[in-house]
């Protein structure tokens, strides 16, 4: 567990699965924390219930990353709320999966708007609260490596995009002492992907180590990289899959 004693984060997409365990890891490790949400309302109400309960300080903000102004809307109150920022975290995302052929300009749109546009709105509006020595942190996918099946395509080519932005946001901000990371994680047991569900098999197959990663597992990689032991890793794209792409 990493310390963030006096920090302020803001997390996407963090009321269930993923999201939700970088929520309740970095206030755990002292970290005041505001996270958004889309439909998920009543998860949203639990989770800051239990860190409130537990003495942790979390907002929930309804926000759509897809939607530029709710994203800049969330980054002010975060910043607001919690008194300035220190780590943001771009973890909101969508899985589209099909026929290539399938594939909507619609679908195209929207994926695109919360995978990029949305990322690099958050990190902009960021910046601008951003104290020497903050983290900046994205949820990317292994699939922006290797593709190993179809269906993914459009998910892969806009997840693919967080590593661009990665390397070069991590050379124009690094004279503040901020970094930039991304983070790729394989198979993980959640929600959207569980362990048990009817694409495990195939997954488990690419697998060095046969075992879904759990939404923890990623937690503590983000952890490490928001925390001091990560201070000089900037550029990165750090795999947490299961050796799915050794």
């Known amino acids: 567990m990493g310390d963030f004693t006096g920090k302020a984060a803001l997390v996407t997409g963090g009321a269930r699965g993923i999201g939700a365990a970088i929520v309740r890891h970095l206030a755990k490790g002292g970290a005041r924390v505001a996270f958004t949400y889309v439909r998920s309302e009543d998860k949203a109400a639990r989770l800051v219930a239990e860190l409130e309960a537990q003495g942790q300080r979390a907002v929930a903000i309804q926000a759509d990353s897809g939607d530029v102004d709710a994203v800049r809307r969330s980054v002010e109150r975060a910043a607001a709320e919690l008194g300035g920022l220190d780590i ?13 052929e399938s594939v909507t300009v619609e679908e195209l749109d929207r994926t695109l708007s919360i995978h990029v546009r949305g990322v690099f709105v958050a990190s902009q509006a960021a910046l601008a609260h951003m104290r020497q020595g903050g983290r900046i942190i994205s949820i990317g996918t292994c699939f922006a490596q290797r593709v190993p099946h179809g269906g993914v395509t459009l998910y892969a080519m806009t997840k693919s995009a967080l590593t661009g932005l990665t390397k070069g946001l991590a050379r124009d901000v ?5 970094t930039v990371n991304v983070v790729d994680p394989g198979p993980t047991d959640t929600d959207m992907n569980p362990a048990d569900g009817p694409q495990a098999a195939a997954e488990l197959a690419l697998m060095a180590i046969k075992q ?5 597992d990623i937690a503590a990689t983000v952890g490490h990289l928001a925390g001091p032991a990560g201070r000089f890793i900037t550029g990165a794209s750090i795999a947490v899959d299961s050796g799915t792409n050794a």
């Open 174 to 178: 690094g004279g503040r002492g901020i």
């Open 212 to 216: 879904f990663a759990g939404p923890d």
């Open 88 to 100: 943001l975290v771009n973890n909101a995302g969508v899985f589209p999966f099909g026929p290539f």
